[in-house]
């Protein structure tokens, strides 16, 4: 996709892209998103649990919150997404920098209206963060669904920027004696832990979870 003039980068531009592979992969690796909006009362930013399905970025709540209710309405939104890989130590002070995924989504979201569309876009959400989970839960009742409201923002408008590689000294700094390299961050997942009140075993589908 070309970048629009709310997208394209310009603070270390080599670092940016537009491509779909690439937004589709950060957005597929997280599990939350902050999502921008202004109302009367100023601007605001929350975080919230958010899925893809296709060019589409979707996220869901209750009927009466503000900012479903903003957003359900036609508010332009801006929402991001970024991923911390590592801290980068370089030998001046202010050559430290971070490695990082982010992505950038302008638009506006539009309700999911049909009853069938927003039950799939909920199991997919579920499947999202554990597959094989839906099958062994209750599923949603009328009542839930009717209080729940479905959005999704097309992914039209939208850029990542994305740092790798080890420190960027200046020439002069190059043979200080002071350690320079990366500090990686990794998401891990760890052993399930059962609620207290569970005595049943782990089911097949998070076996393999750690």
Not at 141 to 152: G, P, Q
């Amino acid at each position: 996709m070309s970048p629009s003039d709310r997208t394209r980068v310009k603070r270390a531009p080599d670092r940016a892209h537009y491509d779909s592979a690439t937004l589709h992969a950060v957005i597929d690796a997280a599990y939350l998103c902050h999502v921008a909006f202004a109302d009367d009362n100023g601007v605001h930013n929350i975080p919230m649990a958010c899925w893809r399905e296709g060019n589409h970025l979707y996220i869901h709540g209750s009927n009466g919150s503000r900012m479903i209710r903003r957003l359900g309405g036609g508010a332009q939104a801006c929402v991001t997404i970024s991923h911390v890989d590592g801290l980068v130590l370089a030998r001046s002070a202010f050559s430290h920098s971070m490695n990082y995924r982010s992505a950038l989504v302008y638009g506006v979201f539009e309700k999911v209206e049909a009853l069938e569309a927003k039950r799939a876009s909920l199991e997919a959400f579920m499947h999202r963060l554990v597959p094989g989970r839906q099958a062994d839960v209750r599923p949603g009742n009328d009542k839930e669904f009717a209080a729940t409201t479905v959005l999704r923002i097309a992914l039209d408008e939208a850029a990542c920027k994305i740092r790798t590689g080890g420190p960027c000294d200046d020439p002069e700094d190059a043979e200080l004696p002071h350690w320079a390299g990366v500090l990686p961050f990794q998401l891990r997942r760890a052993a399930p832990i059962a609620h207290e009140a569970c005595d049943l075993p782990l089911p097949a589908y998070l076996r393999d979870w750690v």
